[in-house]
């Protein structure tokens, strides 16, 4: 029988310089948005009450989400994808949302 692949995580690295900081976020909303969505999941299936999302880089400062606030955060991920109209990407929202609530 073949063995499942260990699953790992990390999280995200991003500038600790405030203006660069805000520049890869405009450039990257998206890519920071589904590593949010990945972050939740992944704690979901571990069944975490703690995630640890972005990490900044030359610092020992996280950003983390506490399962109470996976709902919220989901919520907000859904109403961008909508404002953008990123509809394509809207169907794994609502699926982890429904993983939340089991």
Same mark, same amino acid.
């Given at each position: 029988?073949?063995? !499942?692949? *260990? =699953?790992?995580?990390?999280?995200? =690295? ?11 976020? !405009?450039?990257? !909303? ?15 299936? +571990?069944?975490? *009450?703690?995630? /640890?999302?972005?990490?900044? /880089? ?13 709902? /919220?955060?989901?919520?907000? =991920?859904?109403?961008?994808?909508? *404002?953008? /109209? !990123? ?5 794994? =929202?609502?699926?982890?949302?429904? *993983?939340?609530? +089991?």
């Amino acid at each position: 029988m073949a063995r !499942k692949p *260990k =699953v790992t995580y990390e999280a995200s =690295v991003l500038p600790s310089n405030f203006s660069q900081m805000e520049s890869y976020i !405009k450039l990257h !909303k998206a890519d920071l948005t589904e590593k949010v969505l990945d972050c939740i999941d992944y704690a979901i299936k +571990k069944k975490l *009450k703690l995630v /640890e999302v972005f990490k900044f /880089e030359n610092s020992e400062f996280l950003i983390t989400l506490t399962s109470d606030k996976f709902e /919220e955060n989901i919520t907000n =991920v859904y109403d961008y994808y909508i *404002k953008e /109209e !990123k509809y394509e990407l809207c169907p794994r =929202v609502i699926e982890l949302k429904k *993983k939340l609530q +089991k």
